[in-house]
């Protein structure tokens, strides 16, 4: 049996305006979810559903209000949820790597760096990491003349090519895919369906939203489906 | 104080008067982590990072410093020499205008083997070489070191404070708005060279751009008033906001 | 002399100088404040060296005062006759023979001996006057020994001219501590300076400073590893005696350009001359 690699326990995480009065909007209730080593888990539910929510509190990009976030790190499992800031980033580091739905890009850094960047802060030398990187970028249909320009003036979708090369190359045990393939042709699709089906083999766990069926079809072991608290607006 | 901080302080009181500067600040700093400073203009950002260096003196509270010996030093009571040590070699302050922090009459080589000097170094040739180099880092055309600051560009003298101030290789650097006051080119150059140059030191960033907080720092404190409102890991505190405060500057930025 | 007490000054007047002396000899190049008083002449022309020499001295003393290494200008034959009546001591223009010399921007070429007292006339005694010109700066700097600064005037000479441009007044750091001027005697005399068996102390009037390095004290002009300071012999001899390792002055000795490299120290000159050396102009008068 594979072991848990993440495991949420009545996970709640709600919102409080304070610009608006101080209404208060509920989004997560009691969510248990539970990632083994080499499964994918794809969130499921409607608009407003917190599929995102959900996603970005298990990175710790949003503070859970109640309940535990279980990363397995170092060999054990830590909770995320009562973890200190040098924490967050040490297992951020280490196990916990995140594709965002759209790059945030750096003025000035080219491509190839961008990607190389989180392999070099993994330890591993520069040329190596470079050339791993350029591989990969070939791979996303990338080519060798936008390597060494910033991503600022690529289109959508290249952008996004870049952002999953960063997202995979380290080779995170986990890995939450937040639309993986939202802009991406069918050609690239496959790529990243690939890459996914890669990293499952090697025992990465992946939680993923994920609105193209096929897509989902292609790499869900499971659905996590979620409902919204509320009435959508 | 915590077993492994490199910079704490509690309770920080400092008024102007009748204004208050800084109310009950406590302020926490890691090896090798940039924590940014936000809020906006008069919310005590700026005092308080020169109580933190030592150039300002609290009211109340203190502020610890751990040598690489580990032992703690009380930063408002060490002697002179020791602070002004302290200050030449382990530590760093990039101001946000250049010519506080160059002597315009020297060099720019001289500026940046200056302190090198101050620690003892005595052989020109190694002062010039690594003058050189770092010139070279902070993208300053090497043929440019004899050349007076006066004749130097914005960007270019914010560029030799940095080289001037890593030079000795300092653990903690303290930054007041680096990029303030600069062209939105120049900024992200400057912006780019921190990124890469600061790695591994523990740095203190004052800044009322979040932008900047969020693409240098680890860990953010908002200011308001005088009081550290809020605190936390960077994209934690600007993705999701939790005091009004806070969530009305986050709100307040402009998207380009 | 008449209503004068011996050497001009009044003995609360010494007595406050020899206390600021014997400050400055325990703090060897540390600049000590005292109570200047109101002498005979301006300030600029040796007020801080004659409140010094007229403390120091005693009825028992022999006086030679030079100016630029001469007996013989005009304030040095000034001082002389100053003393001699103040005082009543007995002056000389013989190194040799002076318990006491006063000058003014040299130091003889006859090594001092460990029996004698040298008192330099001093302008201007803060070394870093030129690069920083806030004294509660430099008072700091000096409390710190925090001279890097200095270093970096040392650094730009030889960054623009490839050498260090200083020709006199060059800095020294006294007993590995305070970094002094030596006053504006010429770089090649501050060798003198190390180790001398004299006691030198300085005193600059206008700017109320004395300060002094005792006997056998270490003296080391500042300069970098890889370019250290070196003392420059003159490329010929001195025409009158044919010194070879004298500090010379250049006299210009008619209107077609013709020139004459004697020594500065006529004391040194008249010596060698006395015992026979000769330079190729020998047999001509040295300008007076």
Known sequence: MAPVMLRTEGLAKGFTLHLRGGIRLPVLAGVTLQVHAGECVVLSGPSGSGKSTLMRSLFGNYRAESGRILVRHGGELVDLAAADPRAILAIRHDTLGYVSQFLRVVPRVPALDVVAETLIARGTAIDTALERATDLLLRLNIPHRLHGLPPATFSGGEQQRVNLARGFIAGHPILLLDEPTASLDAGNRTVVVDMIREAKSRGTAIVAICHDTDVRDAIADRLFPLTPLQDAA | ?256 | MKGYNFAYLDEQTKRMIRRALLKAVAIPGHQVPFGSREMPLPYGWGTGGIQVTASVLGSNDVLKVIDQGADDTTNAVSIRRFFARTAGVRTTTRTAEATVIQTRHRIPEKTLRDDQIIVYQVPQPEPLSRLESSRIETRRMHSLADYGLMHVKLYEDLARYGQISISYDYPVLVNHRYLMSPSPIPAFDNQKMHMMPALQLFGAGREKRIYAIPPWTEVRSLDFDDHPFRTINADRPCGLCGARDAYLDEVVIDDHGGRLFVCSDTDHCAERREAGHRGDEGVREAAE
């Open chain 2, 1 to 256: 104080m915590s077993e492994a901080t490199l910079l704490s302080a509690r309770g920080l009181t400092l008024r102007f008067g009748a204004i208050p500067a800084l109310v009950g600040v406590d302020v926490d700093l890691w090896p090798g982590e940039m924590l940014a400073v936000v809020g906006e203009s008069g919310s005590g950002k700026t005092t308080l990072l020169n109580v933190l260096s030592g150039r300002l003196a609290p009211d109340a509270g203190a502020v610890w410093y751990r040598d690489p010996a580990g032992r703690l030093h009380d930063v408002h009571t060490m002697p002179a020499p020791a602070l002004r040590t302290l200050h030449r070699s382990d530590w760093g302050f990039v101001q946000q205008d250049p010519k506080q922090n160059l002597r315009m009459n020297v060099s720019a080589g001289g500026n940046v083997g200056e302190r090198l000097m101050a620690q003892g170094a005595r052989h020109y040739g190694n002062i010039r070489a690594q003058a050189l180099d770092w010139l070279t880092q902070v993208e300053i055309d090497a043929d440019r070191i004899d050349d007076l600051p006066r004749t130097f560009s914005g960007g270019m003298l914010q560029r030799l404070q940095i080289a001037r101030t890593l030079v000795t290789h300092p653990r903690l650097v303290f930054m007041d708005e680096p990029t303030g006051g600069l062209d939105v080119s120049v900024q992200a150059r400057l912006l780019d060279l921190i990124r890469s140059l600061v790695t591994r030191i523990a740095a203190v960033l004052v800044t009322h751009d979040i932008a900047v907080a969020r693409l240098l720092a680890h860990r953010i404190a908002v200011m308001q008033r005088g009081r550290v409102v809020e605190t936390g890991l960077t994209d934690q505190v600007l993705d999701d906001p939790q005091h009004p405060y806070t969530q009305l500057l986050v709100s307040s930025v402009l998207n380009a």
